[in-house]
C-alpha cells in the first residue's frame, strides 16, 4: 500500500512570490493535514481538510490557503512568501475524523524562500 | 490550550544505555498521547500510542505509560541502538483538534 505522497520534495522561491504544494493521501483517507516544521518551532499545526471541506485552522494568516480535491488530494498555497516561511512542510491522512484514527506522514516537501 | 513540553535535545547516548525521554501535557479532557519518531530526511512515523489512563504503549522496545496524575507520558527504552537516532515528538489529540506536539528531542547513539 502506497504511503502518503508529498511534491515537490523541495522548493525554493524568492520572497513576495507564491508556492504551491501537493499531497496525496493514503488510499482510502478522506481526512488531510498540513504542519509546518520550522527549525526552532516544532511542528504547527496549519490546515486540516475532509471530504473536500476545511474543518479546522491553525494560527497562521490568510496567505496560507489550500484546499482538497474530489480525489482527496491537496494542496497547500502559501501567497506572499515571506523569510520566515521557509520550513518543512508536512502532509498527513487518515480515516474520517480525528479522535481516534492515526496520522500518517508524508515525507515532507521543504520551501526554502530566499 | 493544549499544550505539550518535552525534554530539551540534544540528548546523547552510548549503545546498550538506558533511555528516557520526558514528556508531560496539559489539556482539557481526557486527550489520547503519542510518541512520533522522525528519522534523517524523513517524515514522521507512529511510534506508538495511548489512549486512556495507564495505558502502555510499546513498540521496537520503546514504552511509554499514560500517567493522568502527573500528566506525564514518558518514552523509555531498555538498550538503545545506533539505528535509534533520530528526532522523538510527543503528541496529544484531545476533543476534536488536530495533533499538538512538542518541540523534539534528538537522539544520537554513538557506538
Known amino acids: 500500500e502506497a504511503g502518503v505522497t508529498q511534491s515537490p520534495t523541495h522548493l525554493i522561491k524568492t520572497r513576495g512570490q507564491q508556492a504551491t504544494l501537493r499531497c496525496s493521501p493514503i488510499s482510502g483517507h478522506t481526512s488531510v493535514y498540513w504542519y509546518q516544521q520550522a527549525l526552532g518551532l516544532g511542528l504547527q499545526f496549519l490546515l486540516w481538510y475532509d471530504e473536500g471541506e476545511e474543518r479546522n485552522r491553525g494560527n497562521f494568516p490568510p496567505r496560507f490557503s489550500g484546499r482538497q480535491f474530489p480525489n482527496y488530494s491537496s494542496e497547500l498555497n502559501v501567497n506572499a512568501l515571506e523569510l520566515e516561511d521557509s520550513a518543512l512542510y508536512l502532509c498527513?491522512?487518515?480515516?474520517?475524523?480525528?479522535?481516534?484514527?492515526?496520522?500518517?506522514f508524508g515525507p515532507g516537501t521543504r520551501l526554502t524562500v530566499t | 490550550g493544549d499544550s505539550v513540553t518535552q525534554m530539551e535535545g540534544p540528548v546523547t547516548l552510548s549503545e546498550e544505555a538506558f533511555l528516557t525521554i520526558n514528556c508531560t501535557y496539559t489539556a482539557t479532557g481526557y486527550p489520547s498521547l503519542f510518541w512520533y519518531v522522525q528519522y534523517p530526511g524523513e517524515g514522521l512515523q507512529l511510534l506508538l500510542k495511548a489512549t486512556k489512563a495507564d495505558d502502555k504503549g510499546s513498540n521496537k522496545g520503546f514504552e511509554a505509560t499514560y500517567r493522568k496524575e502527573t500528566t506525564s507520558f514518558h518514552l523509555e527504552k531498555g538498550s538503545v541502538q545506533v539505528s535509534d537516532s533520530a528526532v522523538y515528538f510527543c503528541?496529544?489529540?484531545?476533543?476534536?483538534?488536530?495533533?499538538?506536539f512538542g518541540k523534539g528531542t534528538r537522539l544520537s547513539v554513538i557506538a
Open positions: 503528541a496529544l489529540l484531545s476533543g476534536n483538534t488536530p495533533l499538538v
Open positions: 498527513a491522512s487518515s480515516l474520517k475524523g480525528i479522535r481516534t484514527n492515526e496520522q500518517y
